[in-house]
């Protein structure tokens, strides 16, 4: 019977350490962040159905342990990072991903020796086109989100991925773009971002599978001792 309990204990250590391990390797590889802000201008005439001071709202996930490539000036590219994102602009012009291999975050401590930058860009879409003289123009990028701060220099300490949400107050310039482009026409939607979160992690429903996969445990374990 001794055996049975010191076997029990050490099944129970094994299922806990490799349930647990699990989830915080599954919080390591995927950060989500919500990015709000306005509309505060245009390069263009404005279009349809695009106005000043309509709301921005974006949220993008990304692979936190994506290796970042050495880009000039200093700091580094991390290509493909975003895996998956989606903007609204007032309440009816939607967006999302279409490719993940067009995104990129850079993240640049002392860019060129002056500014410390923090960028995320998409630049292909599933958008609707908007209606110029021209004809229907689709979107070409969207700056999601890009932070500047100047001479010192303080916001960033690395060059790394930011795993938690920058601090607008470090920095100087928050904004965020989206431009239309076409061999004939070029059309920019100019905003500010006013804040950034991380969406938070499911806890609730990761403690329950746990419990459940704890329950099932349980029982095959009494079956065995008896």
Same mark, same amino acid.
Do not use: C
């Given at each position: 019977?001794?055996? !049975?309990?010191?076997i =029990?204990?050490?099944?129970?250590a094994?299922?806990?350490n490799?349930?647990?391990g699990? $989830? ?5 590889e ?5 990015v ?11 279009? @349809? ?5 309509? @709301? ?5 996930? =990304?692979? @936190?342990?994506t ?19 989606? =903007? !609204? ?29 923090? *960028?995320? *860009?998409?630049?292909n %879409? ?16 969207? *700056? ?43 059309? !920019?939607? !100019?905003?500010?971002?006013? @804040? ?14 746990i419990?459940?996969? %704890?329950?099932? $445990?349980?029982? $095959?374990?009494?079956? $065995? %001792?008896?």
């Amino acid at each position: 019977m001794k055996n !049975r309990t010191w076997i =029990f204990g050490v099944l129970i250590a094994i299922v806990a350490n490799g349930v647990v391990g699990f $989830f915080q390797e599954s919080r390591a590889e995927l950060i989500t962040f919500i990015v709000e802000g306005e509309v505060i201008g245009f390069d263009g005439p404005p279009q @349809s159905p695009f106005e000043l001071g309509q @709301s921005y709202s974006a949220t993008y996930t =990304f692979e @936190s342990e994506t290796v970042g490539t050495s880009i000039s000036g200093g700091g580094k590219d991390y290509g493909g990072a975003v895996i998956s994102s989606n =903007f !609204r602009i007032g309440s009816s012009y939607e967006g999302t991903l279409a490719d993940s291999a067009s995104t990129n975050i850079q993240v640049s401590d002392n860019w060129w020796g002056h500014t410390d930058v923090y *960028t995320v *860009t998409l630049n292909n %879409m599933n958008a609707p086109p908007i209606q110029t003289t021209y004809g229907p123009v689709n979107p070409s990028k969207l *700056t999601l989100i890009s932070l500047e701060d100047y001479l010192p220099p303080t916001a960033l300490s690395s060059d790394e991925l930011l795993l938690t949400p920058p601090t607008l107050s470090d920095f100087e310039n928050h904004f965020w773009n989206l431009e239309f482009e076409s061999e004939e026409s070029y059309h !920019r939607i !100019r905003g500010n971002v006013l @804040s950034v979160s991380v969406v938070p992690e499911p806890i609730s429903s990761t403690l329950f599978i746990i419990g459940g996969g %704890m329950l099932g $445990f349980r029982r $095959f374990i009494k079956k $065995f %001792m008896k």
